[in-house]
């Protein structure tokens, strides 16, 4: 199987042969693996070099690799072609979503306000600190999807709002 | 447990509270007893006074200690404490309330001859209050709490457009905070550090300094770093704050362990903050450069031991480093993140200490602070320190969600850090990285290949029919958390 590998910066192509070679764009390289926690880290020697690699999030995917925080993905060939193929989101159509977990304490708007870009929509209570989430554009309150003294995760949809002319 | 590791040396039995999410925490494992006081939310739990009070009584306790957050600056739980006829193991309420209001504070210091940043020395009446005030003084200026400290209440303004919001943020929180939407205002002190004086003082009038810690590395007016000594503080600047703070605690009448928060300028001027009337977590800067133990400190003052030691008998030798590890993604904006320990290595080896509640499995909730581990390192110098600090920090693996380390890491090496030229503008000077980190060819390889098997172990949930070796062995992984 071949996978399309992104380090940081760092683009390779890695090929797990059937017979347990390794290829990384298309040269072999002997490296000697041992699973240490499993689905978890693992230790690498390549050419006498030790690496240790911990598999700190999933989604997304971040690696610390001897002792540095590295995002990384992998994606098989198939699945990388099907996502260069996805399109950018809706325009004129914004959702606003809790950019941390804590307690909505106020709601400042109701569904059907035209508000302007940068009006105060809500407080969120999180990390000691009240934040107000503010319009992301000149544009109608649709939808009020939780109301005052809610407690939200991080990334939860609060509102969404359509763009006005 | 902080406490509780005092507590066992000392020979005293250690009691524990804990609240509903907290029932596999090892604060209640290690402790001698301990009881349930309600669920997660603080006000029906870790505030909840009379449950506490009522766990004392039951567990037959001699005093109670407050800890660092909740109920540690709360003068009312030091009253109660005291009534239900327990020692309270921090200064008395009344000692608590002169200090506890930011505006009297400032008067005290004051009048003890201690120079205060230009602003109210009284709480604001309303928002046309502060907008006199401001322009007075001249912007910026910073809104505060007057009711408490700790950084929440607090909003920097750089000028009269950004009052209204900042007024409407700053209350609000203080009134959630500390119960009092009271404001004062002060002159905002740009490329200031932050440094605090730890002091202890006993029942009979013994009050001693035990040296400075720089808490200049702040985001959103918390402290991810502390340091003793401050780069910026000189023998003398040391004594003289070290002063300030002794002539503070006297004119309050405190008794306990304290510290003094200062801001020090460009030009080696300083002007008083606050007392915070509690230990404080980076606490074990000190006692790393002093070999004090201030919690064992705090149980003998409470007991009403004079201090065993004098002024002049405090030495400080080389310097420490914390840095708090948090549950906080770094590369968006330091917002809290959740989830569940799922690898755990904390650091170890010469001059590093490890306080931490953590262990694998631990689910780490948005209930509370999102501070997951102290890491502390001595050295026999600041070069040594950080070098320890460095070497602990690329140890430490905390897996299963977003932590601070990359950012201590990234800091830890930094050139304005390690020449100690910073200020509480740091993080937003320094924070993201301008150049991304980047892997030698061996390293990326390795990466790379661990890219692939945990993916492979994420989607194959079925087990592989041929298997051939350590990656296939790695494909027959169940979907992982």
Redesign the interface.
Known sequence: ?I?E??????R?R?D?A???R?L?DDAV?A?D???I??????S?R??G?S?E??????DP??????????E?????ERAAAAARGTSAARGGRHEVRA????LL?TVHVAEGDLVERDAPLM?L??????N?LLAPARGRVVRLAVGAGTKV??GAMLAVLEEAE | MRVIRACRELGIRAVAVYSDVDRDALHVRLADEAYPIGPASPRESYLAIPKILEVARRAKCDAVHPGYGFLSENAEFADAVRDAGLVFVGPPGDVQRRLGEKTQARRLAREAGVPVAEGTLEPLQGLDHARREAERIGYPVMLKAAGGGGGKGMRAVASVGELDAAWRLASGEAAGAFGSAALFVEKLIEHARHVEMQILADAHGGIVWLGERDCSIQRRHQKLIEESPAPSVDDALRERLGDAAVRIARAAGYQNAGTAEFLVDTRGGFSFLEVNTRLQVEHPVTELVTGLDLVALQLRIAAGEPLPFTQNDVRRRGAAIECRITAEDVGRGFIPATGRIALLREPAGPGVRVDSGLFAGLTVTSDYDPLLMKLIAHGSDRAEALARARRAVRETIVAGLPTSLAFHSYVLEEPDFVAGRYDTGYVAAHWPPRTPTTLDESATTAAALVAVLATRGRVTRRPVASPDGAWARSGREEALR
């Open positions: 199987m996978y590998v992104s380090v940081g910066d760092r390779v890695v797990l059937g017979d347990g390794f990384i390289v490296v693996t041992t699973e926690v499993r689905g978890r880290q693992w690498v390549i050419a070099r690496h690699v911990t598999l700190l999030t999933l995917m971040r690696l610390l690799v001897d002792g540095h925080e590295m990384a993905s992998a994606l098989d950019p941390m977990p804590g304490k407080t209570e999180a990390m000691k600190m009240e107000e995760e991080g």
